[in-house]
């Protein structure tokens, strides 16, 4: 009697191709001088008053950099201890989602997270002038975070208040060591949150009317 083998990993296509871009962008920085690897950081990175002022013609410079910035931010991290959590947890959240919606309807709903993120970064710009540059994909997987949830738990709305409260009482209260850097993109994790969690029923439902269509 044979056995099927398992793959170790057992991962959806654009989750593992979201890791290596990730990886990849990571370890190009790594070889880059630390000089060149801050200024990749530093245009690639989201910041909301620099966007804001590109968006509204008050800002010359770097005009492509800053409008692609919402997406870019997403492919960068401070560290490899940051990428290997964000990966971690893209790893764990995105497959389960990928296999529900497909790869296309993931890719967007991915992406539109990490919109969802950096405009939860230029609401909290707005409201308390804050001059910060965010990086990497953790607002993005909240999302993925949010989405998983929606669909696993019916009553979701004490998970929900526990991961916004608990974001923002890092945000406010730091992480120990940190010192006057502010550890987390506070905001990002809860606007890419609420932007998996709220809109996960748009994509799944035209997954699930294609599913009945080629049934």
């Given at each position: 009697?044979?056995?099927?083998?398992?793959?170790?990993?057992?991962?959806?296509?654009?989750?593992?191709?979201?890791?290596?871009?990730?990886?990849?962008?990571?370890?190009?920085?790594?070889?880059?001088?630390?000089?060149?690897?801050?200024?990749?950081?530093?245009?690639?990175?989201?910041?909301?008053?620099?966007?804001?002022?590109?968006?509204?013609?008050?800002?010359?410079?770097?005009?492509?950099?800053?409008?692609?910035?919402?997406?870019?931010?997403?492919?960068?991290?401070?560290?490899?201890?940051?990428?290997?959590?964000?990966?971690?947890?893209?790893?764990?959240?995105?497959?389960?989602?990928?296999?529900?919606?497909?790869?296309?309807?993931?890719?967007?709903?991915?992406?539109?997270?990490?919109?969802?993120?950096?405009?939860?970064?230029?609401?909290?710009?707005?409201?308390?002038?804050?001059?910060?540059?965010?990086?990497g994909a953790s607002g993005a997987v909240s999302g993925l975070f949010g989405a998983v949830l929606r669909v696993t738990t019916r009553r979701a709305w004490a998970a929900i208040a526990?991961?916004?409260?608990?974001?923002?009482?890092?945000?406010?209260?730091?992480?120990?060591?940190?010192?006057?850097?502010?550890?987390?993109?506070?905001?990002?994790?809860?606007?890419?949150?609420?932007?998996?969690?709220?809109?996960?029923?748009?994509?799944?439902?035209?997954?699930?009317?294609?599913?009945?269509?080629?049934?």
């Amino acid at each position: 009697m044979s056995q099927t083998s398992q793959p170790m990993i057992n991962a959806t296509p654009v989750v593992l191709a979201l890791i290596a871009v990730n990886v990849a962008v990571h370890a190009i920085r790594l070889l880059l001088p630390a000089q060149w690897s801050d200024i990749a950081a530093t245009l690639g990175g989201f910041s909301a008053p620099w966007f804001v002022a590109t968006v509204m013609g008050m800002q010359p410079d770097y005009i492509i950099f800053q409008l692609l910035s919402p997406l870019t931010y997403a492919f960068l991290h401070a560290d490899l201890l940051h990428l290997t959590i964000n990966m971690a947890f893209l790893l764990a959240f995105g497959t389960a989602i990928e296999r529900r919606l497909g790869r296309l309807r993931f890719v967007a709903l991915y992406l539109i997270c990490g919109l969802g993120a950096a405009a939860a970064s230029v609401a909290l710009f707005y409201y308390s002038q804050e001059q910060t540059i965010i990086v990497g994909a953790s607002g993005a997987v909240s999302g993925l975070f949010g989405a998983v949830l929606r669909v696993t738990t019916r009553r979701a709305w004490a998970a929900i208040a526990i991961f916004i409260l608990s974001n923002m009482i890092i945000g406010y209260t730091g992480l120990p060591g940190a010192g006057t850097v502010r550890a987390i993109a506070w905001e990002a994790h809860i606007g890419g949150f609420l932007t998996g969690y709220l809109l996960l029923p748009l994509f799944d439902g035209a997954a699930r009317k294609l599913e009945r269509n080629l049934s």
